[in-house]
């Protein structure tokens, strides 16, 4: 396409030209530098059209990971609320293993038809409770394993804790019986063979704390039916049918309990409307699929087993939450629309060989308040994602959930912060015309993935749920000496996830806002030997100065070199423009198709300005004319004027608008 000038081509003002991309001529005065200059593309190189196309492409590729980076958090949250994040129920894996808190705590108890054999259990194992419920627990043993006592007595029952220590924070005793010798809490070699196997938590029933006592009897052919549990999320898994389920008062009463139901938990990471409710059953699950070194079985029953849990939540009004979090992502498409449209008309274009506007939509979010809090808003519930998730350490999806549910945390701290620092870049503070610099894109992708990969391990999972699991306890159980949580809390007693992590939070985010601000400063003084950004030159420009420009901190490119100087004027970019928030729309003509290129000389109705969230109505078919938005000016001989009417004045609704890429402005 023949050009008159080479700078004017590069600052996108169009001269006379009876074959230029505008159709008509452009009175805009040039320098004398620009007369009679080779028509060679941007700097009279053939090799800089190469370059400004590949950069055209790299911004239209940034748009594509920003796209992305958005998308993610919204596809990543229909995955989670697919997985039953607000109500679910699955089996929390347990078996005899260190790496599922296992350890002995003693081998002397023997068990005789009418309990415990006297003095036979040790004080530290009698203390758990107290003697008045050891006592009782010994009698509900002997009468629900007595057909395995009528093989002979006594049975020899190995107790065993699980957890039971500072680095877990809670812990629960299970009771091994064997037919002729102590069995092993931490089996290596293969099954041993086992009389029974029961489990002894605590638990609320009436607001009042009470033991939970969950068996598995050898000899009960009740208990040896295999299942399938289908868990809320589609899975299955193996557990065996009816266990026994005894609920023991501090008095030493009892009475059969028909769910088990325990470790009833309440987290409020979004205030008690939206509480999360924890719990979990117990059950005898099947472990033969663990790829244990050893495990416990029934010596005539046969099958690999050990007590465990299905656990779930439910969250209170999730109703309102899941229809909250449809409309803010139906509401952030819709702003990002403008960008999308904009795009991909940049890559058409640029297919076609012709002149586009492309920009870097993170670049601009300082501009779009808006669009940043919907983000933000989008990924605001990831707080109460992450409290659901720890419930699941032991889960077949567990590690996947929480994962996911950093991601949308690190995106919700980001994306907030970000929007924060764009309210602090309109402060007018002292030195309204002096600005410290920082790179939006280099900080929101820093801080995503490194807030992400300093919270998202394995390790942080399991501390997170041994908190949740370590709430101040309405009953508790004694292990060496010490009072641990064991099923029962008191309401509300939980410490959140972020409440637990603010190292793993903060440092990531403000460390990369530090890098991108050295990033961006050390740019501009690379160019421009500055250390912060000095707009004074806004002053003259009628478009910068209706816009109102940033102070104290910003990412926009609003450094003079990114303007173009003629004669005492300073003229606004189109890029600048839409990164400010604002695309241009004019009249269609007959006949023409694809983005409507400037037309300086264009006398009906000329070129309008409207905020980017609006363009997709701004060019909407004739029947949507009623959803005309309002113009923010009009662009005439490359001045622009405001509209000074009372924000009132729309888009004629009679007449049809095409997007234009827009042309420099004063």
């Not at 309210?423 to 801080?447: D, E, G, N, Q």
Request: charged share 10%.
């Amino acid at each position: 396409m023949p050009r008159v000038g080479p700078s004017a081509w590069v600052q996108n003002l169009r001269p006379p030209a009876t074959n230029s991309a505008s159709g008509g001529n452009n009175n805009m005065p040039l320098p004398p530098s620009t007369l009679g200059s080779p028509s060679r593309g941007v700097s009279g190189k053939p090799s800089d059209k190469g370059r400004k196309k590949i950069a055209a492409f790299g911004r239209i590729f940034s748009n594509f990971l920003a796209g992305g980076l958005i998308l993610l958090s919204l596809l990543t949250l229909i995955v989670l609320i697919n997985e039953g994040m607000f109500s679910r129920l699955v089996i929390s894996n347990n078996a005899q293993s260190t790496a599922y808190f296992w350890s002995d705590y003693g081998k002397a108890c023997k068990l005789t038809r009418h309990g415990w054999l006297a003095q036979s259990c040790s004080p530290n194992e009698i203390d758990t409770t107290s003697s008045v419920v050891w006592a009782s627990v010994g009698e509900r043993l002997a009468d629900q394993w007595s057909l395995e006592l009528a093989q002979g007595t006594p049975l020899f029952v190995s107790t065993c804790v699980v957890g039971g220590n500072k680095a877990v924070g809670w812990g629960v005793l299970v009771f091994i019986a064997g037919y002729t010798t102590y069995p092993n809490c931490v089996p290596l070699d293969g099954p041993q063979l086992i009389a029974g196997i029961a489990m002894l938590e605590t638990t609320v029933r009436n607001d009042q704390g009470v033991y939970l006592l969950t068996l598995y009897s050898d000899l009960n052919t009740t208990m040896q039916t295999v299942r399938k549990y289908t868990n809320s999320d589609g899975t299955q898994q193996d557990v065996l049918h009816k266990p026994l389920r005894t609920v023991l008062s501090t008095d030493g009463s009892y009475g059969y309990d028909p769910t088990g139901e325990d470790f009833i938990i309440l987290s409020t990471p979004l205030g008690v409307r939206y509480t999360v409710n924890v719990y979990c059953l117990s059950q005898i699950e099947v472990v033969s699929d663990f790829g244990l070194p050893g495990w416990s079985q029934g010596k005539h029953g046969g099958v690999p087993l050990s007590p465990a849990w299905a656990c779930g939540n439910e969250i209170n009004n999730a109703s309102e939450l899941i229809a909250f979090q449809m409309i803010l992502i139906v509401l952030t498409v819709l702003a990002l629309s403008g960008d999308v449209y904009i795009t991909f008309e940049g890559i058409r274009g640029l297919i076609a060989g012709k002149p586009v506007l492309t920009y870097a939509v993170l670049s601009g979010l300082e501009r779009r308040k808006v669009l940043t809090l919907l983000i933000a808003l989008n990924a605001a519930p990831s707080l109460l994602y992450l409290d659901v998730a720890r419930i699941y350490v032991f889960s077949v999806n567990g590690f996947k959930i929480w994962c996911l549910s950093c991601l949308l945390v690190a995106t919700f701290v980001s994306f907030t912060l970000l929007a924060g620092l764009s309210l602090l870049s309109a402060v007018p503070l002292p030195l309204p015309t002096k600005c410290v610099v920082y790179s939006a894109p280099i900080f929101l992708y820093t801080s995503i993935v490194s807030i992400y990969f300093s919270l998202s391990t394995r390790a942080n999972l399991t501390y997170a749920s041994n908190q949740l699991y370590a709430g101040a306890p309405a009953l508790s159980m004694n292990f060496n000496g010490v009072s641990w949580p064991s099923g029962s809390y008191v309401p509300y007693g939980v410490a959140t996830v972020v409440q637990l992590f603010p190292q793993e939070i903060l440092y990531p985010v403000f460390g990369s806002l530090l890098f991108s601000i050295c990033v961006a400063t050390l740019r501009l003084y690379w160019s421009t030997h500055a250390l912060v950004l000095n707009l004074e030159w806004c002053a003259s420009n009628g478009f910068l100065s209706h816009c109102n420009v940033p102070r104290v901190l910003t990412s926009l490119p609003l450094h003079p070199s990114q303007a173009i100087k003629i004669g005492n004027k300073m003229f606004c970019r189109p890029s600048t423009m839409a990164l400010l928030g604002y695309a241009s729309v004019t009249e269609t003509e007959k006949g023409m198709r694809g983005v409507v290129p400037y037309n300086s000389k264009q006398t009906s109705g000329g070129t309008f300005v409207v905020s980017v969230y609006w363009l997709g109505l701004a060019i909407a078919p004739q029947w949507c004319s009623m959803l005309r938005p309002f113009v923010a000016g009009t662009v005439a001989e490359n001045h622009f004027k405001p509209n000074t009417a009372k924000h009132d004045e729309t888009l004629d609704p009679a007449v049809r608008y095409r997007y234009t890429r827009g042309n420099c402005v004063t």
